[in-house]
Structure formats: C-alpha cells, structure tokens
C-alpha cells in the first residue's frame, strides 16, 4: 500500500509541477504586485479557456497531493 501511494504521489506531483509550468504570471514586475489584489478583488473575472482549465486541474492535483500525502501518514504509523 505505502509503494502505490508513494508512486502516485510522485506522479502528482510531477503532474502538479509540470500544470504550475505551463501557467502564465499574473503579475508584471512590483506594479503588478502591488495593484494585483485590488484588480482581483474589485476587477472582471477574465479567466476564460485554457486558464480556468488549467486553473481547475491544479486545485484537483494539489487536492489529490494532500489527500496522498495524509495517507502516506496514516499508513505509516
């Protein structure tokens, strides 16, 4: 049990990593930091396509990694 868990652990996590790659930045340099909470509390939701599906995939692996991870505990004691 503990070797299937730690192999799908490494593969979200690799999933996980790869998802995080391929995402683009949401801010442009400290201007962006700065104004990018505002904008995202006050602003228009414009994630649309590809974003909100690689938005969603990444809830899902993180999701999935802490649901593993706690396992792995688990069955380690």
């Given at each position: 049990?503990?070797?299937?868990l ?17 995402q683009?930045?949401k801010?442009n340099?400290?201007s ?46």
């Amino acid at each position: 049990m503990n070797t299937l868990l730690t192999v799908l652990l490494v593969i979200d996590c690799i999933v996980l990593i790869a998802i995080v790659l391929l995402q683009e930045g949401k801010s442009n340099g400290l201007s962006g930091a700065i104004s990018g909470g505002a904008e995202q509390l006050f602003g228009k939701q414009k994630t649309r396509g590809v974003d909100l599906i690689l938005k969603r995939i990444t809830i899902v692996a993180s999701v999935f990694f802490f649901l593993i991870t706690i396992a792995i505990g688990y069955f380690n004691l």
